[in-house]
């Protein structure tokens, strides 16, 4: 199985900057597209960016120019780098995985949730 854990949220002014890291506990990235969603109270949770094995990129328009989806293999980490942050940014931010192929370990889930990091914008 696999466990993701996510860290570095917190409070941070308008215009500040803050990096997000995922943490995998197994080496996955061959075997699973990794995202980051956030979700803001009262509205559903929203992708706001994803990254493919071979280091393919895609964000939500919101956070174009702005986030920056990374990987590090052999730290077996993700990082969501923000910039410019803004209110509207305020969410909890979940680390996920979800499965690019079929032929998985056994017992393997298609698809893993990190338990999520609270990060607030505000002066």
């Known amino acids: 199985q696999v466990q993701l854990v996510e860290s570095g949220g917190g409070l941070v002014q308008p215009g500040g900057s803050l990096r997000l890291p995922c943490a995998t506990s197994?080496?996955?990235?061959?075997?699973?597209?990794m995202n980051w969603y956030r979700q803001a109270p009262g509205k559903q949770r929203e992708l706001v960016a994803t990254i493919t094995y071979d280091r393919s990129t895609n964000y939500t328009d919101s956070v174009k120019g702005r986030f920056t989806i990374s990987m590090e293999n052999i730290k077996n980490r993700v990082y969501l780098q923000m910039n410019s942050l803004k209110p509207e940014d305020t969410a909890v931010y979940y680390c996920n995985a979800r499965a690019a192929r079929t032929d998985l370990p056994h017992n393997w889930s298609s698809e893993y949730w990190g338990q999520g990091t609270q990060v607030t914008v505000s002066s």
């Open positions: 197994r080496t996955i990235f061959f075997l699973y597209i």
